[in-house]
């Protein structure tokens, strides 16, 4: 055994030894802290991510290959780099030397917004590319699968993949002779350049030519490593743990027999999330990566030999490679393993996990093992004692004793024998997304028949998802056999299967109806597709299926995804060099995609530097007894405990106890763990709208407005129809979490506050106010926001104020940073929103009368609920005169942690009820929706509910650009057609119309104020209260100062936002940052131009340089400041009346989808947006903008799932329980148009602000699904309302689509047994 060995490894072409190596240490830290290369982020932790992806590249000196592949940094043990060459972002490109083309065509096609999830994509395609230099789309796409973004909306990071492309997207099938490219998917043409318009936001003739040869070799001095590495155990002991890699079979087999219970870590995958969030300790690993025989590939008479050690990602190549070679019905179980391999996490984790640990996981929800059991795979065991096989069966699968692995023992390979003739196997799944999402049930199936008798010889079947591990129908397989295939046997089999499979009402993950449903409508298509093979191989003797059922075995068709946008180009009269109107890359993006881009967390660390972690409530409603810090206190590294002295209670799951402070985060964390708080529970504990309004538990005061006579109208409409909608909330899952470092300047109590916020004056007020200091002494710095949507606002200021109390008493350093399930909890979101209406109508559609009530979930503290629920009630109307309308609305008390601002703030939740009210009316009058929107829209010049007056001109022409757009009456009649000849697959197509107001409510809200200097070399330094968070701001301000100063956009720059430079900024959100410091940075500019002016006409060739320093000997002022007072805006709650808003962004969105009506699952197919933006001062980042929050809004209203136990503590705490839009979600032809420019003095040159209307678009997408769910009821003779709640989830989807199935599964009686997650 080689003892305190030394870790050698490669990291961008650098060796690195480290001799002091901690096996508990993760590659992400190590290459963050160690070695300062903090371009690869951390997101999550836990694999789900992607903004941790580095490439891994190893030598295997026995195939004498190197494979490169991707992984999470955040889950790979830093002692399992032994030997390997790590490429980091920093180590393909950066500004200093040459950045790679995945950097540029990233960053140039406008693939980075907030840029903290850019270079994990980056590193995701770099990897690929080295794989493939020539790749196809969908394998691009497939290598982002496991990469989230919340900003961009993916449809312009696949814009920067298609450039990769030789096809450039096309999809190889020439569907009526002509490529897709050119006929449009729907066969419809794509928005075409025109004279005015153009259709091209980057160039690709610029772009730097992919090179192969220049990419960093693999390191010689590895291979040879590799080559002649003694043949030695390696052991690394760290503290607590110790690492052990033996490089023979023999020496894994000895550690195996000495540690018995030392698991054996090969990707890590399973293991490392354990040890991250439950607290699991190992205090010996082994690790047998360099085992040869892990790794076999063999195949025999019977069937395939896999090695345990294989990635899933090897082993699918494996497979592919086998099934193009051997006939189809060999190769059943492979096909089945493939497609599940197909969806199974993203690629990192395929690449790094391996065969053997996935089975070994036995994961409840394991795609793979469901398969194996009964594909009769068996298991290939090695001990000292010998060699075994055991059966993958539903007792190994239960980890019985008996059938299970011996503590000695290793799994060597997997044996997975080839299908006979006559036998069929498939495979099933249905998850919240439709990738890289843990399955909510997964199976099995496998039947073989005697020879061309149709008569069931063999059937198993096996679930993932329902009990604790995969389990087995064996009793239900047991009694069909002998049965022929037929419908009755199906009847019988779903009936033994659901008595058999039985899942108890309070199991664990909730969907129980759902679950059981999926059981028995998996068997349907299971039934359904070996009828079909039944019939390919014996047409004489099998029926063919009827039409109707084919519609069951379709998967959504995989089409490529194409995109159009069209925008204005500036007017050719502009002078060329001002950048105003032309799509701009983002001032940051090369940096985002280098890694350079600076974020909070990668600040190098101070001398002395603390880190601070918080302790936080377990209970909703309690009274603290006693809080022990003593033993925290006693453990290494512990500095300080800090609780707040009057604490006496609390009132939700997550709220701030107090905080341990220690000289690293690892020591915070462990001691945080040991604070131990006795509480007394009090009562009552109110969690959801219902029970608030039970108990009137009311932030006041009640919100009102009303306008006409609502009680007169309703006497006279032809019907009234009531209803309500609930809206569950979402979180914000900014892709940086919360971060903050104080420093105390050691001098006169000034304390810098480097923070990731919206809004630096908030917190330099907060930390002013608990240090007692006047606002002078603190100081607040962003640099940049990795994502804010609203929740880095007011949140962000408690803990910063706590981390400078900390910094303050210490007189050192502080940092915090939130893991991303503490982030998730503490800082909570969007506020669920329960809608009441009531309105009256005639029967052409005309809605003359509504009566709405609006109850909004605040939490339990008021943060922004009131105010929230004040701009829904404002914004209720949309698009839609309503004569006669009263609204009311009520911010609840509740004991959860107190929502906040979400982009939208209030809008996307008010727009919703309004439009599932017109939604029910249309049905009533048997119109579309569509048609109801029409008639119920606003006129031309009109007024709203609170009597400000509007030109809906523009609304209007939105409206009827995007019917014509997306071709609207020709594709609703071809979805009926569809719909007539599909019983199983059901599409639908919404229209939403949007009139989203914009303006603060007040003028002092909307102030602004910018700093601008002239250097004497001529260059130009802009500062303004504005924060870039993603948005662009920062960029569109040079662009502002680059025409008003009329230098080009390289003399500017910008280095961050600071209370030092502008103070008393407002916070950065409403989508007015752009707007507003826009016009504080031109009032600057042009008070430095009209001061140089004499100067300049005095010498108008001259230089900047020169006019500077003319100006400088004539002692003008190079530095000043612009201001803008911000927009008149009132509004009065007693009278309803106002002018709240300075003017409205309007637009419109088409979306169609398609719906399994068996399994719930949707796919958006195309959405159509034309918006009105005034005049874009930069296209491509506002159509960013729109994209961005159309995909946020999509899964806001569709698969965004936040999830409380009845005892309100969240469940959903990370990407793996919570799930955003990935790449695959988005619309597979996705167009956004602009309107002509309009004109508006009073903006900044007439642009319009555009943060927060697209999150509203998102809900066509919802409505698509709905109508597609109302065509499959109608069909199955479901009349009457349909109730319809947000998000619309595979669950909520399925089980509205009643059929045979629903009415078979056992429903359990609401109140008579504790659920595991109640909405709230
Ligand atoms: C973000 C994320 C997404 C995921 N998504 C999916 C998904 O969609 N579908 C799905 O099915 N799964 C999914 N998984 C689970 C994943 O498939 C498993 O974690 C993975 O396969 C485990 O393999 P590993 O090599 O990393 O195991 P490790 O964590 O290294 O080991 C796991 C266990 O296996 C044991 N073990 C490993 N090899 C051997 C051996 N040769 N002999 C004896 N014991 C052994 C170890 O002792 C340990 O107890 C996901 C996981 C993550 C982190
Ligand atoms: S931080 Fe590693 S995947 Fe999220
Ligand atoms: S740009 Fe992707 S998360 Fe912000």
Same mark, same amino acid.
């Given at each position: ?66 494979? @490169? ?341 290793? =799994? ?110 998996? /068997? ?24 109707? @059922? ?17 925008? #204005? ?7 060329? #060099? ?140 032809? @019907? ?5 909608? @609930? ?134 503290? =008021? ?9 829904? /009630? ?58 109801? *929107? ?104 040079? #662009? ?253 989807? *399925? ?26």
């Amino acid at each position: 055994m080689d003892r305190a060995a030394e870790l050698v490894f490669y990291v961008n072409g650098r060796k690195v030894i480290e001799k002091n190596v901690d096996p508990e240490t993760m590659l992400l830290p190590y290459l963050r802290k160690k070695l300062r290369l903090t371009g690869t982020k951390y997101g999550c932790g836990g694999g789900g991510c992607g903004a941790c992806t580095v490439m891994i590249s190893r030598y295997n000196p026995v195939t004498k290959r190197i494979r @490169h592949y991707p992984a999470n940094a955040c889950l790979m043990p830093i002692c399992s780099v032994y030997g390997a060459a790590v490429t980091t972002v920093e180590g393909i490109g950066s500004t200093r030397t040459r950045i790679h083309p995945v950097q540029e065509r990233i960053a140039r096609c406008h693939g980075t917004q907030c840029g903290f999830c850019t270079p994990g994509m980056v590193m995701s395609i770099y990897t690929l590319l080295r794989n493939h230099p020539d790749p196809t789309l969908d394998q691009l796409t497939d290598a982002l699968g496991g990469n989230l973004c919340r900003c961009t909306g993916y449809r312009p990071i696949i814009d920067a993949c298609k450039t990769f492309c030789n096809t450039s997207g096309c999809c190889q099938s020439k569907e009526n002779g002509v490529c897709c490219l050119n006929q449009g998917i729907n066969g419809f043409p794509e928005l075409e350049e025109g004279n005015k318009t153009s259709s091209k936001l980057f160039s690709e003739e610029e772009f730097l030519p992919l090179d192969p040869t220049q990419e960093l070799i693999f390191p010689p001095e590895l291979m040879i490593m590799a080559e002649k590495q003694p043949p030695r155990t390696r052991v690394f002991a760290g503290e607590r743990m110790t690492w052990i890699s033996p490089v023979t079979l023999k020496e894994l087999l000895e550690a195996k027999a000495k540690y018995p219970q030392a698991p054996v870590i090969m990707g890590n995958t399973s293991i490392g999330p354990e040890v991250k969030f439950k607290g699991v300790f190992h205090p010996v690993i082994i690790s047998p990566d360099r085992i040869e025989e892990l790794n076999v590939v063999n195949s025999a008479n019977n069937g395939l030999t896999l090695g345990a050690g294989l990635s899933l990602a090897q082993m699918k190549d494996t497979l592919a490679a086998v099934v193009l070679k051997l006939p189809e019905e060999r190769t059943q179980t492979y096909r089945a393993l493939l497609k599940q391999l197909g969806t199974l996490a993203g690629a990192q984790i395929r690449n790094m996990a391996s065969l053997g640990g996935h089975i070994m996981s036995r994961h409840v929800d394991s795609d793979l093992n469901p398969l194996l059991a009964v594909g009769g795979c068996t298991l290939n065991l090695l001990s000292k004692e010998g060699a075994r096989q055991i059966p993958v069966n539903e007792q190994f699968l239960r980890k019985c004793p008996s059938a299970d692995l011996k503590p000695e023992e290793i =799994l060597i390979s997997v044996n997975i024998p080839y299908s006979r003739k006559w036998e069929f196997v498939s495979a099933f799944r249905q998850a919240q997304r439709q990738q890289n999402a843990l399955a909510i049930v997964n199976s099995g199936m496998r039947v073989f028949f005697g020879e061309g008798d149709g008569i069931i010889r063999e059937l198993s079947i096996s679930y993932g998802g329902i009990g604790p591990t995969t389990i087995c129908a064996q009793n239900s397989c047991q009694k069909l056999i002998g049965r022929p295939w037929n419908e009755e046997m199906l009847d019988a089999a779903c009936r033994l299967v659901l008595d058999e499979v039985s899942l108890p009402s309070s199991a664990p993950g909730g969907k129980v109806e759902f679950k059981r449903t999926l059981i028995i409508s998996f /068997l349907f298509k299971f039934y359904l597709e070996v009828l079909r093979l039944l019939r390919r191989m014996d047409p004489v003797h099998y029926p063919s299926l009827a039409d109707k @059922h084919e519609s069951a075995l379709e998967d959504f068709h995989p089409r490529h995804r194409q995109s159009a946008l069209k925008y #204005q180009k500036v007017d050719p009269k502009q002078p060329p #060099q001002d950048p105003v109107g032309h799509p701009i890359m983002h001032l940051s993006g090369i940096k985002h995609a280098t890694g350079e881009a600076i974020y909070c967390d990668d600040m190098p660390a101070m001398d002395g530097e603390l880190f601070l972690a918080f302790v936080t409530s377990s209970r909703a409603h309690a009274k603290i007894v006693s809080i022990d810090v003593s033993e925290a206190l006693s453990l290494p590294g512990v500095v300080d405990v800090l609780a707040e002295e009057h604490l006496q209670g609390v009132f939700c799951v997550g709220q701030l106890v107090c905080a341990v402070i220690a000289d690293s985060e690892i020591q915070a964390r462990r001691a945080a763990k040991r604070v131990k708080i006795v509480y007394q529970d009090l009562e009552p504990v109110i969690l959801t709208i219902e029970e608030a309004i039970q108990h009137k538990s009311f932030f006041e005061p009640e919100r009102k407005l009303e306008y006409g006579n609502v009680d007169e109208a309703f006497k006279v409409v032809d @019907h009234i129809v009531e209803g309500e909608i @609930h809206l569950g909330g979402q979180e914000h899952f900014y892709m940086e979490t919360q971060s903050m470092l104080a420093v105390p300047k050691g001098e006169d109590q000034e304390m810098d506050v480097y923070v990731s916020t919206q809004y630096p004056k908030g917190i330099q007020d907060i930390v002013a106010s608990v240090l007692k200091l006047p606002a002078n002494k603190v100081m607040c710095h962003v640099k940049r926001v990795g994502g804010a949507f609203g929740g880095k606002a007011f949140k962000t200021g408690v803990m910063a104020a706590i981390t400078a109390f900390a910094a303050n008493k210490h007189g050192r350093a502080v940092r915090c940073i939130l893991e991303r399930g503490e982030d998730m909890l503490i800082t909570a979101g969007r506020h669920p929103y329960l809608g009441k209406y009531k309105a009256g109508f005639m029967k052409d559609g005309r809605i003359l009368a509504l009566d709405m009530e609006h109850y909004g979930n605040g939490g339990a503290s =008021l943060d922004e609920s009131l105010l929230v629920l004040e701009m829904g /009630l404002l914004k209720l109307d949309n698009a839609y005169k309503f004569p006669n309308l009263r609204c009311r609305g009520w911010a609840c008390r509740t004991n959860l942690p107190s929502n906040t601002a979400l982009r939208g703030f209030g809008f996307p939740q008010a727009g919703l009820i309004t439009e599932a009210c017109i939604t029910d009316v249309a049905a009533k009058c048997g119109l579309s929706p569509e048609k109801v *929107r029409m008639i119920n829209m606003y006129k031309e010049i009109d007024q709203t509910h609170y009597k400000q007056e509007i030109n809906a001109k523009n609304l209007i022409q939105c409206w009827r650009e995007c019917m014509a757009m997306s071709s609207y009456s020709l594709r609703k009649a071809a979805v009926e057609k569809f719909n007539l000849e599909n019983s199983w697959k059901k599409k639908g197509l919404a229209m939403v119309p949007v009139k989203f107001p914009i303006g603060l409510g007040s003028r002092a809200a909307g102030q602004a104020a910018a700093l601008v200097h002239i250097y004497l070399d001529g260059s130009v330094l802009v500062t303004h209260g504005g924060i870039e968070m993603g948005q662009g701001v920062h960029t569109k301000m040079i #662009q502002v100062a680059s025409r008003e100063l009329r230098m080009p956009l390289s003399n500017v720059h910008l280095r961050g936002t600071s209370t030092e430079t502008v103070p008393n900024a407002n916070v950065s959100g409403g989508s007015v940052v752009a707007d507003l410091n826009g016009l504080a940075v031109k009032d600057a500019c042009q008070t430095l131009l009209k001061r140089l002016e004499p100067i300049i006409s005095k010498n108008p060739r001259g230089t900047w340089k020169d006019w500077a320093q003319a100006a400088f000997d004539e002692s003008i002022s190079l530095s000043a400041t612009g201001y803008f007072r911000g927009y008149e805006s009132n509004m009065n709650w007693e009278t309803g009346e106002g002018h709240p808003f300075e003017y409205f962004v309007y637009g419109a969105a088409c979306s169609e989808v398609e719906i399994d009506c068996l399994t719930g699952a949707h796919k958006n197919i195309r959405t159509d947006i034309v918006m009105d933006v005034g005049c874009s001062i930069n296209p491509a980042l506002d159509i960013g903008q729109i994209e961005g929050a159309f995909i946020q809004g999509m899964g806001l209203y569709t698969i965004e799932e936040l999830n409380y136990s009845p005892q309100g503590v969240l469940y959903t705490r990370g990407p793996d329980q919570y799930k955003i839009p990935t790449i695959c979600d988005i619309p597979t032809e996705f167009h956004v148009s602009f309107l002509p420019p309009s004109q508006d003095s009073n903006t900044l040159y007439s642009s319009k602000g555009l943060g927060e209307s697209g999150v509203f678009l998102g809900c066509s997408v919802f409505f698509a699904i709905h109508d597609a769910v109302s065509a499959a009821r109608q069909e199955r003779g479901l009349r009457g309302p349909l109730k319809l709640n947000s998000p619309l989830t595979p669950e909520k989807i *399925r089980m509205a689509c009643e059929d045979k199935f629903t009415k078979m599964i056992p429903r359990d009686k609401p109140g008579s047994y504790v659920p595991w997650n109640i909405p709230i």
